[in-house]
């Protein structure tokens, strides 16, 4: 079975990025093993795309939940970015806060553009993607 069904309606990448963030915001299945890293509470408000740039707008329990915490911060965000940059036109992701811009955080996290950080992704030999493999990174 396939990890996200999308209907002949979702091509546009504003509506891809949004069923990804609403898997995302649900958490992992297994919650008996795992933890959701993604604060809760937060709500994605909206999502626009143009030229490389998807800038998404989420609520105050995003940025609050992740205030505290910079290492928290980078590992939240830079897995939302690199999740998101997996899609073919995504370039870089720039996210607001109920439609103004964050800047830096308390403990010293700014947001700014971000782009695709490969140094935050675990490789591992076992489960690397081969040449050719279509679930491949884009980069690592």
């Not at 979702?10 to 933890?35: H, T, Y």
């Not at 143009?50 to 928290?72: E, H, M, Q, T, Y």
């Not at 998101?84 to 700014?110: M, N, R, S, Y």
């Amino acid at each position: 079975t396939a990890l996200l069904n999308f209907n002949p309606g979702d091509k546009k990448i504003s509506a891809l990025a949004g069923i990804i963030m609403s898997k995302l915001l649900e958490g992992p299945a297994d919650v008996n093993n795992l933890i959701s890293m993604i604060p809760e509470g937060t709500e994605v408000k909206s999502i626009s795309f143009k030229s490389g740039l998807l800038k998404i707008d989420v609520n105050k329990a995003f940025v609050d939940g992740l205030a505290g915490d910079r290492s928290k911060a980078k590992l939240v965000v830079g897995s939302v970015v690199n999740t998101l940059t997996e899609l073919k036109d995504v370039e870089k992701v720039e996210f607001t806060c109920e439609g103004k811009a964050i800047g830096k955080l308390d403990c010293g996290f700014e947001f700014v553009t971000f782009e695709r950080d490969c140094s935050i992704i675990k490789s591992d030999d076992k489960t690397s993607a081969g040449a050719g493999d279509p679930y491949a990174l884009r980069c690592c």
